[in-house]
């Protein structure tokens, strides 16, 4: 019998799946899962990714299950799995949502279209973000994404199923090769989770949206908390932009919910904005965008500085806490990752590329094309971007005025005084004594002084910056990767959630 063999990436529901969708318009239809061993290897994966990836499997399963379907799990590589299905059973045509991954994926799905060609195999990709494949220019990207987020979101559709074997049978992380601890307070996957904080969100939190999302204590329930299931695809885009709309036009205006859900439909544009650029230029992942910036940090590479501060050992309060709870929750604010990269980049000079592989097995909620185009951005070397220092000290003050939340991941710290808390290095010796802590031993000392070796770094970064070919080579950068952002019209007898004029993310 002919089939459609959907492929299941990282989209996985059945609601908004165009792929699904497509495939069951004219044939049979089996749903395919392949656990690639060559990704989970990769430096960028993190057992925490693969233990939410199963959770999301077991719930896209029993959502298939419940209309008469079912998942089918294979280990292998892509090519490979597809390659044995094809001689067991030939498909006519092979469908999935376009994938904007690291590099492996790109080099992957590379590999996947010649053996597709090869067959005259169609190969049918849809668009799970507002993300264009070869874009001729940025010009018409942002009338692209509003078309592809006003559009009807797909029904689930009713298939005609392949029988599939059940139940799931998945390896256990260390077969993988992953052997990092799973964050005890991490999220859990599965669109049945990622439905109810959608609501929770859009109803109760996002009153709290604008003003809550930079400060570390605020954050975990002001923030969305839809980042991770929005990258395995429990979630469409376009369902979260139409319901956070929705509801927009539901609100009063003076409701706050309405200004939170306004701020966050725009950085759901930003968050594809980013993407895109990876899309357009895979080579980010490694590569500085600017080449200008080639040289600047590689070769003074510190393995000490990196060692102690992706053990927390920095000896800035606010950035050992902020190391702390990626530890044990897998998630932190956007404003903590920006100053986490910032310390890395300026004061500890380390190369952003060792580090955004770090910090991408510690966010569960890594998307590579917002991961390394945002790494870059911080560190300085998009050529285009505005140079963001952010001082831990400072950041402290601003969003922990009274320690609460560097006092909850760093227990030593519980004992020392407010005066002294956020620059525990600068106690006397004989409060020390009498609070009990002991600076380098029972908390780090600052690996380096900060204001010097802020001040250093931004020289070295501003002396490139202001060289004429490097100023020269900016316009192209800004042709290929810049926003073109303006104010929309007015959506039809609703006012536009998404309008305004930026030019880059605010953190």
């Given at each position: 019998m002919s089939y459609h063999l959907v492929w299941f990436k990282r989209d996985l529901r059945v609601h908004d799946h165009a792929?699904?969708?497509?495939?069951?318009?004219?044939?049979?239809?089996?749903?395919?899962?392949?656990?690639?061993?060559?990704?989970?290897?990769?430096?960028?994966a993190a057992t925490q990714h693969y233990q939410f990836l199963r959770e999301s499997l077991l719930d896209l399963d029993l959502a298939l299950s419940k209309r008469g379907g079912g998942l089918r799990i294979k280990v292998g590589e892509a090519v490979e799995v597809l390659d044995r299905l094809w001689h067991e059973a030939p498909f006519a045509a092979l469908y999935s949502h376009?994938?904007?991954?690291?590099?492996?994926?790109?080099?992957?799905?590379?590999?996947?279209?010649?053996?597709?060609r090869a067959r005259s195999l169609p190969w049918h990709e849809f668009a799970q973000f507002g993300v264009v494949r070869r874009m001729p220019s940025r010009d018409q990207w942002q009338a692209h994404w509003e078309a592809l987020m006003a559009a009807p979101c797909l029904e689930v559709p009713s298939c005609r199923w392949i029988s599939t074997p059940s139940p799931l049978n998945?390896?256990?992380?260390?077969?993988?090769?992953?052997?990092?601890?799973?964050?005890?307070?991490?999220?859990?996957?599965?669109r049945r989770l990622a439905i109810e904080i959608l609501r929770d969100f859009l109803f109760q939190r996002s009153g709290f949206y604008r003003g809550g999302i930079s400060s570390p204590l605020s954050a975990p329930s002001a923030c969305s908390?839809?980042?991770?299931?929005?990258?395995?695809?429990?979630?469409?885009?376009r369902e979260v932009v139409q319901a956070s709309r929705r509801q927009i036009d539901a609100l009063p205006s003076n409701d706050a919910r309405r200004a939170g859900l306004t701020a966050f439909v725009s950085r759901l544009y930003w968050h594809c904005h980013f993407i895109q650029k990876l899309e357009s230029e895979p080579e980010l992942e490694f590569r500085n965008m600017h080449r200008g910036y080639d040289g600047l940090r590689e070769a003074d590479w510190n393995p000490a500085h990196f060692q102690a501060l992706s053990e927390g050992r920095s000896g800035w309060p606010l950035v050992d806490a902020c190391v702390a709870m990626l530890n044990h929750t897998g998630w932190l604010n956007f404003r903590m990752r920006a100053m986490l990269v910032s310390v890395a980049a300026y004061p500890?000079?380390?190369h952003w590329q060792p580090v955004g592989?770090?910090?991408?097995?510690?966010?569960?909620?890594?998307?590579?094309?917002?991961?390394?185009?945002?790494?870059?951005?911080?560190?300085?070397?998009?050529?285009?971007?505005t140079t963001r220092v952010y001082n831990p000290i400072k950041q402290a003050r601003d969003h922990d005025p009274h320690g609460h939340f560097v006092r909850q991941w760093l227990p030593a710290l519980r004992r020392v005084p407010d005066a002294w808390l956020f620059e525990p290095w600068r106690m006397p010796a004989k409060l020390q004594q009498q609070c009990g802590v002991k600076v380098g031993v029972d908390i780090a000392e600052p690996l380096v002084d900060l204001e010097t070796a802020t001040r250093q770094a931004k020289a070295r970064v501003y002396a490139i910056r202001g060289r004429a070919e490097v100023k020269a080579a900016k316009a192209e950068i800004v042709e290929k990767h810049g926003s073109?952002?303006?104010?929309?019209?007015?959506?039809?007898?609703?006012?536009?959630?998404?309008?305004?004029?930026?030019?880059?993310?605010?953190?």
């Open positions: 792929a699904l969708w497509h495939a069951s318009r004219q044939a049979s239809v089996m749903c395919l899962y392949i656990i690639e061993p060559s990704l989970w290897r990769a430096g960028d376009q994938e904007t991954g690291n590099w492996l994926s790109f080099q992957r799905d590379l590999a996947v279209q010649r053996w597709c998945m390896p256990e992380p260390h077969s993988l090769g992953l052997t990092q601890a799973d964050p005890p307070m991490r999220q859990r996957g599965g908390r839809l980042s991770a299931y929005l990258a395995f695809g429990c979630l469409s885009l500890l000079w380390l592989t770090w910090l991408a097995r510690q966010f569960l909620d890594y998307e590579p094309g917002i991961h390394w185009s945002q790494m870059q951005m911080q560190a300085g070397t998009t050529g285009i971007n073109r952002k303006r104010p929309m019209p007015r959506r039809p007898a609703k006012p536009s959630a998404g309008a305004g004029v930026q030019t880059e993310l605010e953190f």
